[in-house]
């Protein structure tokens, strides 16, 4: 939030000095909340040990103690301890019925004031009107999404109008190793099936 709205102070032909009580928030030894403790969320986790986070996470099946440990994750049973936790809510779960919506004006309720939600998911993961809601009532601090629904949202949408909310394109993979490395592991899924050989990346696997 504070690196967005910095590089425009820091550019705009306005500003004549950077004033010395813009405060941000600390990152390190901040609870960070982890919903969807997939590969995905457990490399979130191994980053965020780096910066002496505490590790909370809610998933449907609990990792391996040695998992646990490796991260210094504490596992949260019930996804609200979780929120009401966190400073931060960072989501990472596959959008399915049951993702749908799952987060929603009572589980934005339950978050600190102070919190800041962030979707790298998908974006209907999400209640959107919700969001906006508890953004404009300060109802948690901010909010950072990769991630919307539809994608890009309309130019008109009330999210891009808050002061208090980063979007950014999905862009979360886009680099250009990323692309190459998703691009041979489709060949080889593809080399698999035709050559009649298990499947690398199988999305369902027998």
């Known amino acids: 939030m504070y690196l967005h709205a910095g590089c425009q102070i820091a550019l705009s032909p306005d500003t004549k000095y950077f004033a010395v009580d813009w405060l941000g928030v600390e990152v390190t030894r901040a609870t960070l909340g982890i919903i969807g403790m997939g590969s995905i969320g457990y490399k979130v986790a191994q980053r965020a040990r780096a910066f002496n986070m505490r590790i909370l996470y809610h998933n449907r099946n609990r990792r391996r103690k040695e998992e646990?440990?490796?991260?210094?994750?504490?596992?949260?049973?019930?996804?609200?301890?979780?929120?009401?936790?966190?400073?931060?809510?960072?989501?990472?779960?596959?959008?399915?019925?049951?993702?749908?919506?799952?987060?929603?004006?009572?589980?934005?309720?339950l978050m600190k004031p102070t919190a800041t939600l962030i979707n790298i998911s998908r974006g209907a993961v999400i209640d959107q009107d919700a969001l906006v809601e508890a953004l404009q009532n300060k109802v948690i601090r901010a909010a950072a999404l990769d991630v919307t629904y539809p994608e890009p949202l309309p130019r008109d949408h009330p999210l891009l109008t808050l002061n208090n909310i980063i979007i950014t394109p999905h862009i979360g993979t886009a680099t250009i190793q990323a692309t190459r490395m998703m691009a041979e592991e489709a060949i080889a899924n593809m080399l698999a099936v035709l050559n009649d050989q298990p499947i690398p990346s199988e999305v369902f696997p027998k």
């Open 68 to 109: 646990e440990e490796a991260v210094g994750a504490h596992y949260c049973a019930k996804m609200e301890d979780l929120l009401q936790q966190s400073d931060f809510v960072m989501l990472v779960v596959n959008l399915t019925p049951e993702t749908h919506k799952l987060i929603g004006k009572k589980e934005l309720g």
